[in-house]
């Protein structure tokens, strides 16, 4: 890979790409459509399974050009094969980058610091599914001889979304007779509602956490002790009712779990990165091994198409070159994700940390602060709901906000008329946003002049379709690996470290800081600006007033 280059705002294809947004700012889809009426089976791909049309996108064969040539131009290509052979490419962290690993066939090779680390991925993954088959068919009992029947996921950030998302996903393919809970917040009330009426007895608690040191996750295991020691009353429990996954044995042992009750990952798995690693034993436990090796395949299937297809055909560059294309070009600063599919339902929360944490950066590679726009806010709920909400604001809106639309061709619960109404719906508004409603079309309708501005539609909204032909494991890995990779593209274009999050860090030291002042014990005057001590003495007052 080349050392940084010019500035990314001063290669000619930025340039170009700028003067060319001036040029076609005004174009509307409307008049794309007219002049081309292939577009809709032109400005579509398919890969790894999934359907992509970006038809409705406010481009045109040039911007693709140059979005192209401003990929080259970043050496994406480079930064591609950088992360699939193992170089350090996070480079604040000196550290491999190796999600793609994890999913990787028993035949290949990747090396780390001249080591092979495919083995090992799979070493895990068989001690996962030996563990997830005993759990699943009761071999594996609580310490009283009972069977397990509640699984209790303990992390946060990148050690809960990616499971509790992919166990919503995929509930369809779970054993109902296990249940799935997800503790992750450092309020009490998370766990006290999630572990609202099971049995400690038959209640299995899976810590997760890469570096075993986050206070919300340890907080929360700690008080998972407790709670099932006050049922159980010996210590020698937690081996039956506890395992962790992470890459710290030292804390993991401090904690009290026994390694040999420990699934290993490694430090070249970034969190948000990690779902298809042991960070997803609930969801293997939930779906079963081989559907979780389904899962894998449907990655492994999106992580060839990306390191093979040409850029203008494939998939994750293609979605990150649009998503750049709004950002720095056209001004957009959200990015709205909709699923039409409720099992989808934990995807857009999922994806605000796998994107915004990434790529939330405004110092590039190099240190220097960048002068340009990086990830946009990412945020969405599934279709319908949403459209009963917040797209008044995307159709008549004063903001752009490109959509991605995600949904499914067969339904998982064909109930009656639901899936063709479900969408109809999104079809529709994929429709609705791109072409509008004209003034002059109202007014042929009868429409009093007084309500037609009100009524008028301004179109040329943007989105992509994903279609997936059924929420499979598989389909779910291809989608889940898609946006790995638009991120990594986004990062690549933006210059910037996609995979440490030192914004993260100060609030956490802060936090440290202040919780012993929130003590009655504590100095009378805490040391902080007026705004925090007045919070913090209001907090104790009302506190001893109790
Ligand atoms: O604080 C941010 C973060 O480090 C995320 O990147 C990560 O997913 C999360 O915290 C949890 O970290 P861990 O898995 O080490 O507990």
Same mark, same amino acid.
């Given at each position: 890979?080349? +050392? ?44 790894? #399974?999934l359907?992509l049309d970006y038809?409705k996108n ?12 401003? =990929?080259? =131009? ?29 999913? +990787? ?14 083995? #090992?991925?799979? %070493? ?7 563990? *997830? ?20 996921n303990?992390g946060i950030g990148g050690s809960d979304l990616g499971p509790a998302m992919a166990c919503e996903a995929l509930a369809h ?7 799935f809970?997800f503790?992750s917040n450092?309020?009490?009330?998370d ?9 400690? =007895? ?28 006050? %049922?159980?009353?010996?210590?020698? *429990? ?32 970034g969190g948000r990165f990690s779902v298809d690693?042991?960070i997803g034993?609930?969801l ?11 899962m894998? %395949?449907g990655f492994?299937?999106m ?5 093979? *297809? ?5 998939m994750p560059?293609?979605l990150g070159?649009l998503g750049i294309?709004y950002t720095?070009?056209?001004?957009a600063r959200t990015h709205a994700v909709l699923p039409y599919d409720q099992y989808l339902r934990r995807f857009p929360a999922y994806l605000q940390q796998l994107e915004m944490e990434s790529n939330g ?13 990086t990830a946009p806010v990412v945020w969405g709920q599934p279709g319908t709901n949403g459209q009963h909400a917040f797209f008044q604001l995307i159709h008549?809106g004063?903001q752009l906000v490109p959509c991605d639309f995600i949904g499914c061709?067969?339904s998982l ?9 479900l969408m109809?719906n999104l079809f529709?508004q994929t429709? %609705?946003l ?27 909204h943007p989105s992509n379709t994903i279609l997936l032909?059924?929420l499979?494991p598989?389909a779910l890995g291809a989608l889940v690996a898609l946006y790995e990779h638009k991120v990594f593209v986004q990062g ?6 996609s995979?440490?999050q030192?914004?993260v ?5 802060? =936090? ?35």
């Amino acid at each position: 890979m080349k +050392a940084q280059r010019a500035r990314r705002t001063e290669l000619s294809a930025w340039r170009a790409l700028a003067e060319h947004a001036s040029e076609i700012g005004g174009l509307h889809l409307r008049s794309l459509f007219t002049e081309d009426p292939e577009r809709g089976e032109r400005l579509s791909l398919e890969a790894a #399974g999934l359907y992509l049309d970006y038809a409705k996108n406010r481009i045109t064969d040039r911007t693709l050009r140059l979005l192209v040539q401003l =990929a080259e =131009a970043s050496d994406l290509r480079a930064h591609i094969d950088a992360m699939f052979r193992g170089a350090k490419i996070n480079v604040t962290e000196q550290r491999a980058v190796l999600h793609v690993a994890l999913r +990787a066939p028993r035949s290949a090779s990747i090396r780390v610091d001249g080591r092979d680390v495919v083995p #090992g991925v799979h %070493a895990v993954l068989d001690r996962m599914a030996a563990f *997830a088959e005993r759990v699943r068919s009761g071999d594996w009992t609580g310490y009283t001889g009972r069977h397990i029947r509640n699984v209790v996921n303990i992390g946060i950030g990148g050690s809960d979304l990616g499971p509790a998302m992919a166990c919503e996903a995929l509930a369809h393919y779970s054993d109902r007779d296990l249940a799935f809970r997800f503790v992750s917040n450092v309020d009490g009330t998370d766990f006290a509602e999630a572990t609202r009426g099971l049995d400690p =007895a038959e209640t299995l608690f899976v810590v997760c956490s890469k570096t075993f040191t986050t206070l919300e996750t340890l907080t929360n295991a700690r008080t998972a002790r407790t709670w099932c020691l006050a %049922a159980l009353e010996d210590d020698a *429990a937690v081996a039956k009712h506890f395992v962790a996954v992470s890459t710290n044995a030292a804390e993991v042992s401090r904690f009290g779990i026994d390694t040999a009750n420990m699934f290993e990952f490694w430090d070249w798995v970034g969190g948000r990165f990690s779902v298809d690693s042991a960070i997803g034993l609930a969801l293997m436990i939930a779906i079963g091994p081989s559907r979780f090796r389904e899962m894998l %395949a449907g990655f492994y299937a999106m992580d060839e198409h990306f390191r093979s *297809a040409p850029f203008e055909r494939n998939m994750p560059v293609l979605l990150g070159l649009l998503g750049i294309w709004y950002t720095d070009f056209l001004g957009a600063r959200t990015h709205a994700v909709l699923p039409y599919d409720q099992y989808l339902r934990r995807f857009p929360a999922y994806l605000q940390q796998l994107e915004m944490e990434s790529n939330g950066k405004s110092v590039d590679r190099a240190g220097q602060r960048v002068d340009y726009a990086t990830a946009p806010v990412v945020w969405g709920q599934p279709g319908t709901n949403g459209q009963h909400a917040f797209f008044q604001l995307i159709h008549q809106g004063t903001q752009l906000v490109p959509c991605d639309f995600i949904g499914c061709c067969e339904s998982l619960n064909p109930l009656g008329p639901h899936h063709d109404l479900l969408m109809a719906n999104l079809f529709a508004q994929t429709q %609705a946003l791109a072409f509008g409603r004209l003034a002059s079309e109202l007014r042929a309708e009868g429409v009093p002049d007084t309500q037609v501005p009100h009524r008028t539609f301004p179109g040329n909204h943007p989105s992509n379709t994903i279609l997936l032909p059924r929420l499979t494991p598989e389909a779910l890995g291809a989608l889940v690996a898609l946006y790995e990779h638009k991120v990594f593209v986004q990062g690549a274009i933006w210059n910037i470290n996609s995979f440490d999050q030192w914004g993260v860090e100060l609030g956490k030291i802060l =936090a440290q800081r202040i919780a012993p002042e929130l003590s009655s014990e504590a100095a009378p005057e805490p040391p902080h600006d007026s705004s925090t001590n007045a919070l913090i003495q209001r907090f104790r007052r009302h506190r001893s007033g109790r």
